[in-house]
């Protein structure tokens, strides 16, 4: 199964763009990544998600890279209210089944 | 707006209760899956189905059961509850059958606690 890798945590000024890093060099040609979030005692909310072009959409970019290797999650202008925790995952080999890791914490601060 | 229910947001429940929780959408989404989420370990995946009657065993099975009769409804069902079921339950559906590529929704989750 195709492993995602994320930083744990990160900061973000308000305002700001908020950048956020995901490594997935074992993903197959035809596996999607996804971009999810979850704010504190909620379900994750789908943000976005991408196959091999870049991506957007009134949340948020998808930056994929060529080799599909690795991804970014743009937030153009970050508020507090992004403050969460955000995954990325890969489609299990078409599966359908979506595989969460750990995520990254989002520290959006003023 | 669209949306996934789940029945109950906080439940507790006695060692060796039948538990029932309860997922219902109203998007005729044909995929549905359940999660657990616990500190340290993440979401993982439980069960999952692609359309009515079908199930499938997700990472976690054990001590769990699903059953899927109507496409909008998928129960998990805890058979003799144990306390390391103690957890916050996520239902989540999605369209597109087996191959998806399309988000999930998820409901706000049930955080069952088992005494």
């Known amino acids: 199964d195709a492993k995602t890798t994320q930083p744990p945590s990160m900061d973000c000024a308000e305002g700001r763009a908020a950048n956020l890093p995901c490594n997935h060099s074992?993903?197959?040609?035809?596996?999607?990544v996804y971009w999810y979030r979850q704010i504190h005692s909620q379900g994750p909310q789908y943000i976005i998600h991408?196959?091999?072009n870049n991506e957007t959409n009134e949340m948020a970019s998808l930056i994929i890279t060529e080799d599909r290797k690795s991804s970014t999650l743009i937030l153009p202008h970050a508020t507090l209210r992004d403050t969460a925790v955000y995954y990325c995952?890969?489609?299990?080999?078409?599966?359908?089944?979506?595989?969460f890791g750990q995520g990254t914490t989002l520290q959006v601060k003023p | 707006d669209v949306k996934v229910t789940q029945s109950s947001r906080y439940l507790v429940k006695r060692t060796g209760e039948k538990v029932f929780l309860e997922c219902v959408q109203d998007?005729?989404?044909?995929?549905m899956f359940w999660y657990r989420q616990d500190p340290g370990l993440g979401l993982r995946l439980i069960y999952f189905?692609?359309?009515?009657?079908?199930?499938e065993k997700g990472d976690i099975p054990e001590g769990y059961s699903v059953s899927r009769e109507k496409k909008e409804r998928f129960s998990l069902i805890l058979e003799s509850a144990s306390t390391n079921q103690t957890s916050m339950y996520l239902c989540?559906?999605?369209?597109?059958?087996?191959?998806?590529?399309?988000?999930?929704?998820f409901g706000s989750g049930t955080r069952l606690t088992v005494v």
């Open positions: 991408g196959l091999k």
């Open positions: 995952i890969v489609e299990r080999g078409n599966t359908g089944k979506l595989i």
């Open positions: 074992t993903i197959s040609g035809n596996e999607y």
């Open positions: 189905s692609y359309d009515v009657k079908m199930k």
């Open positions: 998007m005729d989404h044909e995929n």
């Open positions: 989540a559906s999605s369209r597109g059958g087996r191959h998806v590529n399309y988000g999930y929704t």
